[in-house]
T-cell receptor, first 115, second 111 residues
Framework: NAGVMQNPRHLVRRRGQEARLRCSPM?????VYWYRQLPEEGLKFMVY????????ESGMPKERFSAEFPKEGPSILRIQQVVRGDSAAYFC?????????????FGPGTRLTVL | DQQVKQNSPSLSVQEGRISILNCDYT??????FLWYKKYPAEGPTFLIS?????DKNEDGRFTVFLNKSAKHLSLHIVPSQPGDSAVYFC??????????FGTGTSLTVIP
């Protein structure tokens, strides 16, 4: 039973380029969460999605960031026109239901470096 | 606005002794708390959780204590083992779908 998968594990972009981060949830999980960890900080919630729906994007920056979880395929976190401050580790998590009393299972993360 | 705080960035403990990691929160609406363990270059791994209706939950060497009046929880690991060396994150939820994480405590267990 594969866990949460994220790719790429490491991504280097120059300022102004686009970054696309992918997340495949655990088998049987239809709820996906994205978190960002800046250096020396804890994980900060960004967005919660179910298939084809964004449920809560209260943690997403208003500009340049978007997320989707299509009916088929992985969830995508997209960052347009990246800036140096976007350099961080981005973690995806999944859960089997929308109950807030379930643990979330995390992927290994994508480390984005913006030059 | 850090609603979950881990004020000790690091902790060193001798193998076999007890490790106590602390966590404070400010939001009285939080009713579910979790501890995650994280190794370098890996994602956080769930360790143990507790709901607000309890004040203690135990799983093997790991015990979480919750003091609601003080808005404080702690993770006890006993006996500590070198393989427990990792960063430990406290997280809290208030019935919504996002978890609020602390900044982590790096535990080193010295053989």
């Amino acid at each position: 039973n594969a866990g949460v998968m994220q790719n790429p594990r490491h991504l280097v972009r120059r300022r102004g380029q686009e970054a696309r981060l992918r997340c495949s949830p655990m088998k049987g999980h239809s709820h996906v969460y994205w978190y960002r960890q800046l250096p020396e900080e804890g994980l900060k919630f960004m967005v919660y999605l179910q298939k084809e729906n964004i449920i809560d994007e209260s943690g997403m920056p208003k500009e340049r960031f978007s997320a989707e979880f299509p009916k088929e395929g992985p969830s995508i976190l997209r960052i347009q026109q990246v800036v140096r401050g976007d350099s961080a580790a981005y973690f995806c998590a999944s859960s089997p239901t929308d109950s807030p009393y379930n643990e979330q299972f995390f992927g290994p993360g994508t480390r984005l470096t913006v030059l | 606005d850090q609603q979950v705080k881990q004020n000790s960035p690091s902790l060193s403990v001798q193998e076999g002794r007890i490790s106590i990691l602390n966590c404070d929160y400010t939001n009285s609406m939080f009713d579910y708390f979790l501890w995650y363990k994280k190794y370098p270059a890996e994602g956080p791994t769930f360790l143990i959780s507790i709901s607000s209706i309890k004040d203690k939950n135990e799983d093997g060497r790991f015990t979480v204590f919750l003091n609601k009046s003080a808005k404080h929880l702690s993770l006890h690991i006993v006996p500590s083992q070198p393989g427990d060396s990792a960063v430990y994150f406290c997280a809290a939820s208030g019935g919504g779908n996002q978890f609020y994480f602390g900044t982590g405590t790096s535990l080193t267990v010295i053989p």
